[in-house]
């Protein structure tokens, strides 16, 4: 039986692309419109907008004053060569811990960032904070074109020679893909659409990014090394694996791969042009191209500090481990930094920017600052907000799932000395190619929809009050 997200999908044969003239089509801000699925056939359409509810779990509500600063989050961009040799879609079939690493929707990541980022500008931040995996394979070519998009320009999200040449294919007969050429919702001709260079205005204002795990890990899992770069760089592009064989747990990168290899044989590979853009950024390369050249407290963590607006300061903490899992990895040194940087900051309103949830170590530095509002991260690709204390954390979904959302902070004084920080979400404006993936993602049974990733109704759109620091 093809993908088990297909069964929804054959219930609208007539394919499910948003359509920028018709009633699917977001007023991008869901304070104005939201994208429902009031049937529940997995067709969109255009329903109410959400206005902010009050949240006064650490303060009373009060009346909204002085904006400080507006601040925009992207997060868990997964720009992807969908052509590489080094992904492992294959692995989705198998369930946890490896899915998700195939959607229906995965060549098109370039243009739902370009897509997120018209919708972004609209608003016209002060700044942008991008939370990580701006990559999803920790690839040289993938890490160019997401910052390019960041940026601004035209990227070819293409790799090898050019066009599609992956498991989507619609020759490919494994019945686990689906191949948009010739499944249910069909959209003929769409990988190759997807190849063509994508235009992006580039993020209004500046942007200070972390890294994600995806951005420093194979598929967020696994240290690269030389052998993995020979698989990356080469021409053999895994699609399935030897029934028979036993997938068991590998302690090293090397013995990883060779436990793929080794389960590939009696499966199925198809050639694919070879790139040597497709190797694995180096640390270096990452933290470099992320932070723009900006003083960092060492050069191979992300941490670093920025103000914006009227006295707001950010605190970006690069927390993913470069050895291996997608646990946090706390050095002690961090601490210190932290804790000495949130000292600095006076009594000027702090948010931490992180990619995972900062965990207890980094909440309990926070926990004694009295200036800090929010600890804001992505890594879960679902919208959360959860009081602690005297402030915040918020966790926000991804562009690569359902429902590719990005998140507005708004900070502002209220009567009597407190704050507010404004938050919602906002849709990608579902122009072209981008349309047609948000679609696809909503019907991904593995994805954001049956997993909850859009969060409760007051975990989106909401007024945080916070007491007077």
Same mark, same amino acid.
């Not at 429902?403 to 009597?416: E, I, N, S, Y």
């Given at each position: 039986?093809?993908?088990?997200?297909?069964?929804?999908?054959?219930?609208?044969? /007539?394919?499910?692309?948003?359509?920028?003239?018709?009633?699917?089509? &977001?007023?991008?801000?869901?304070?104005?419109?939201?994208?429902?699925?009031?049937?529940?056939?997995?067709?969109?359409?255009?329903?109410?907008?959400?206005?902010?509810?009050?949240?006064?779990?650490?303060?009373?509500?009060?009346?909204?004053?002085?904006?400080?600063?507006?601040?925009?989050?992207?997060?868990?961009?997964?720009?992807?060569? $969908?052509?590489? +040799?080094? %992904?492992?879609?294959?692995?989705? %079939?198998?369930? $946890?811990? @490896?899915?998700?690493? @195939?959607?229906?929707?995965?060549?098109?990541?370039?243009?739902?960032?370009?897509?997120? !980022?018209?919708?972004?500008?609209? =608003?016209? *931040?002060?700044?942008?904070?991008?939370?990580?995996?701006?990559?999803?394979?920790?690839?040289?070519? $993938?890490?160019?074109?997401?910052?390019?998009?960041?940026?601004?320009?035209?990227?070819?999200?293409?790799?090898?020679?050019?066009?599609?040449?992956?498991?989507?294919? /619609?020759?490919?007969?494994?019945? @686990?893909?689906?191949?948009?050429?010739? #499944?249910? &919702?069909?959209?003929?001709?769409?990988?190759? =659409?997807?190849?063509?260079?994508?235009?992006?205005?580039?993020? !209004?204002? +500046?942007?200070?990014?972390? *890294?994600?795990?995806?951005?420093?890990?194979?598929?967020?899992?696994?240290?690269?090394?030389? %052998?993995?770069?020979?698989?990356?760089?080469? #021409?053999?592009?895994?699609?399935?694996?030897?029934?028979?064989?036993?997938?068991?747990?590998?302690?090293?990168?090397?013995?990883?791969?060779?436990?793929?290899?080794?389960?590939?044989?009696?499966?199925?590979?198809?050639?694919?042009?070879?790139?040597?853009?497709?190797?694995?950024?180096?640390?270096?390369?990452?933290?470099?191209?992320?932070?723009?050249?900006?003083?960092?407290?060492?050069? $191979?963590?992300?941490?670093?500090?920025?103000?914006?607006?009227?006295?707001?300061?950010?605190?970006?903490?690069?927390?993913?481990?470069?050895?291996?899992?997608? /646990?946090?990895?706390?050095?002690?040194?961090?601490?210190?930094?932290?804790?000495?940087?949130?000292?600095?900051?006076?009594?000027?309103?702090?948010?931490?920017?992180?990619?995972?949830? +900062?965990?207890?170590?980094?909440?309990?530095?926070?926990?004694?600052?009295?200036?800090?509002?929010?600890?804001?991260?992505?890594?879960?690709? %679902?919208?959360?907000?959860?009081?602690?204390?005297?402030?915040?954390?918020?966790?926000?979904?991804?562009?690569?799932?359902?429902?590719?959302?990005?998140?507005?902070?708004?900070?502002?004084?209220?009567?009597?000395?407190?704050?507010?920080?404004?938050?919602?979400?906002?849709?990608?404006?579902?122009?072209?190619?981008?349309?047609?993936?948000?679609?696809?993602?909503?019907?991904?049974?593995?994805?954001?929809? *049956?997993?909850?990733?859009?969060?409760?109704?007051?975990?989106?759109?909401?007024?945080?009050?916070?007491?007077?620091?």
């Amino acid at each position: 039986m093809r993908h088990a997200w297909l069964l929804v999908a054959l219930a609208v044969l /007539a394919g499910c692309g948003d359509d920028p003239r018709g009633a699917a089509a &977001p007023a991008v801000s869901t304070r104005q419109a939201t994208l429902t699925d009031p049937d529940g056939n997995g067709v969109l359409a255009r329903g109410p907008g959400e206005p902010l509810a009050d949240h006064t779990d650490l303060a009373p509500a009060r009346a909204p004053g002085a904006v400080l600063a507006t601040v925009a989050q992207l997060t868990d961009l997964h720009v992807r060569d $969908e052509e590489s +040799p080094s %992904r492992v879609p294959f692995l989705d %079939r198998y369930g $946890e811990p @490896f899915d998700p690493t @195939f959607r229906p929707h995965e060549a098109l990541s370039a243009q739902v960032t370009a897509a997120a !980022i018209r919708a972004v500008d609209r =608003a016209r *931040p002060d700044a942008t904070v991008v939370t990580g995996d701006v990559t999803d394979n920790a690839q040289v070519d $993938e890490l160019r074109w997401a910052v390019k998009l960041l940026d601004g320009g035209v990227v070819r999200p293409d790799s090898g020679a050019r066009g599609y040449r992956g498991v989507q294919s /619609a020759d490919d007969p494994d019945p @686990f893909y689906y191949r948009p050429d010739v #499944d249910p &919702p069909r959209h003929r001709g769409l990988l190759a =659409a997807a190849q063509r260079p994508v235009r992006s205005p580039g993020i !209004i204002g +500046p942007w200070y990014a972390v *890294p994600g795990n995806h951005d420093v890990l194979l598929q967020g899992e696994l240290a690269p090394d030389a %052998r993995t770069n020979e698989v990356a760089t080469g #021409d053999e592009l895994v699609t399935s694996l030897n029934p028979r064989a036993r997938l068991p747990r590998a302690s090293t990168a090397s013995a990883a791969v060779d436990a793929l290899l080794g389960a590939a044989e009696g499966g199925r590979t198809i050639h694919v042009p070879p790139d040597p853009a497709r190797r694995s950024a180096t640390n270096a390369e990452t933290v470099r191209a992320l932070t723009q050249g900006r003083r960092t407290r060492t050069p $191979e963590r992300a941490d670093y500090v920025a103000n914006v607006g009227r006295g707001v300061r950010l605190v970006m903490l690069d927390l993913p481990s470069r050895t291996r899992g997608q /646990a946090a990895d706390v050095q002690p040194a961090q601490l210190t930094w932290l804790a000495e940087q949130l000292r600095l900051a006076g009594d000027r309103p702090v948010l931490l920017v992180t990619h995972e949830r +900062p965990p207890e170590s980094v909440l309990t530095v926070l926990d004694q600052a009295p200036n800090v509002v929010a600890a804001v991260h992505g890594d879960t690709h %679902r919208n959360r907000l959860i009081p602690r204390g005297r402030y915040w954390v918020i966790g926000t979904s991804s562009l690569a799932d359902w429902p590719m959302q990005a998140r507005m902070l708004r900070l502002r004084r209220t009567a009597g000395g407190g704050l507010v920080l404004e938050t919602w979400m906002v849709d990608q404006d579902g122009r072209d190619l981008a349309g047609t993936a948000r679609a696809l993602a909503h019907l991904d049974a593995q994805g954001g929809r *049956p997993q909850g990733y859009r969060g409760r109704r007051f975990d989106r759109n909401a007024r945080l009050y916070e007491p007077a620091p």
